[in-house]
């Protein structure tokens, strides 16, 4: 196979979690009295971790200690409430159990705190990453477009640049697999148009599971 490595973004590639992430940030901002955003607006703030989709989803001019408390309140209710509508794209399990047969290693990184990552993964892909890292930045490894959580991945299964591929649906992704100097496959279904794609340096974008095996060498 192409890849011994395998390193998947988690939102928008491997799950669907729009509606729950859009509930969430209307939930917080209603709680604070703050007008709420539709799903696109929401779809448009993701991909740079939560503290940014708060950051974005809040009215112009408001005060760090009201960001601040949005956040938590989105951080509590995110918490309980990340599996009401959030599910796996069609073929993505099969896919990374094939992956895993062929004997490749397969990771996940999200600029998504580590609190909901963990749990996220273990439910809907019990056992079959190798590594998953969640946002971190306390521990030192920054978010993407950073490579920290990349290089994390390769670190701990022991792989390298020449034998790594990215796979994600945003420039975020992009800009981390070009940090971290892998190649990056993007995926159609996400969060992000094929225009932007294209437009931030995309030159691989697959539209189906079978052409993601494909362009992974399974």
């Known amino acids: 196979m192409q890849y011994k490595n395998i390193i998947f973004d988690l939102d928008g590639t491997l799950l669907n979690t729009l509606d729950d992430l859009h509930a969430s940030t209307n939930y917080a901002l209603a709680q604070h009295g703050l007008p709420t955003r539709t ?5 448009e703030f993701v991909g740079n971790g939560i503290r940014n989709l708060i950051r974005l989803a809040v009215a112009p001019h408001t005060s760090n200690e009201l960001i601040e408390a949005v956040h938590a309140t989105f951080d509590k209710h995110y918490s309980t409430h990340n599996l009401v509508k959030t599910a796996p794209y069609p073929g993505i399990i099969e896919l990374v159990e094939r992956l895993k047969s062929s ?12 609190y909901a990552v963990q749990p996220l993964v273990q439910h809907f892909f019990p056992d079959l990453f190798d590594v998953v890292v969640g946002e971190r930045e306390k521990d030192g490894i920054r978010r993407k477009p950073w490579p920290d ?28 697999a070009a940090n971290a100097k892998i190649p ?7 969060f992000r148009d094929e225009g932007l794609l294209l437009s931030n340096g995309a030159t691989v974008i697959v539209h189906t599971m079978e052409e993601l095996g494909a362009a992974l060498g399974i």
């Open 184 to 190: 990056c496959i993007c995926v159609g279904w996400g």
């Open 149 to 176: 959580t990349v290089l994390a991945c390769m670190e701990a299964v022991g792989s390298t640049p020449l034998n790594s591929v990215y796979v994600g649906d945003s420039e975020v992704d992009l800009k981390t």
């Open 103 to 114: 004997g490749a290693n397969c990771c996940v990184v999200s600029n998504k705190g580590d």
């Open 39 to 43: 799903k696109n607006e929401v779809r």
